[in-house]
């Protein structure tokens, strides 16, 4: 997930490398798990969950983890909802999502 570059005053450590120019927030993998960029406090909720790990890159700054991938439709409709507080973090607006 790329955020578009019209975008302004987001969160230098809300994006994936290679800086300066990426705009990269997220993304999946072929598992079902993903990378994703998200607040500190948001990154407590998933660790202590034990719902995902540090990537290698969070020692260089970068609030990048990898969620684990949903094993169920609830555990699918909370990557959902980690997946609108990344676009949240780096966009400063809140989303709604609809079901």
Request: net charge negative; with cysteine.
């Amino acid at each position: 997930m790329w955020l578009d570059e019209k975008v302004k005053n987001t969160p230098k450590d809300g994006f994936m490398p290679p800086p300066p120019n990426s705009r990269e927030f997220a993304h999946l993998h072929k598992d079902g798990s993903i990378h994703v960029c998200l607040p500190p406090k948001d990154i407590e909720i998933i660790f202590n969950a034990k719902w995902g790990e540090p990537h290698p890159y969070k020692k260089h700054g970068v609030n990048e983890i990898l969620v684990y991938a949903p094993q169920n439709k609830a555990e699918l409709n909370v990557l959902k909802r980690i997946i609108i507080a990344s676009y949240e973090y780096v966009t400063n607006e809140v989303y709604e999502l609809v079901e």
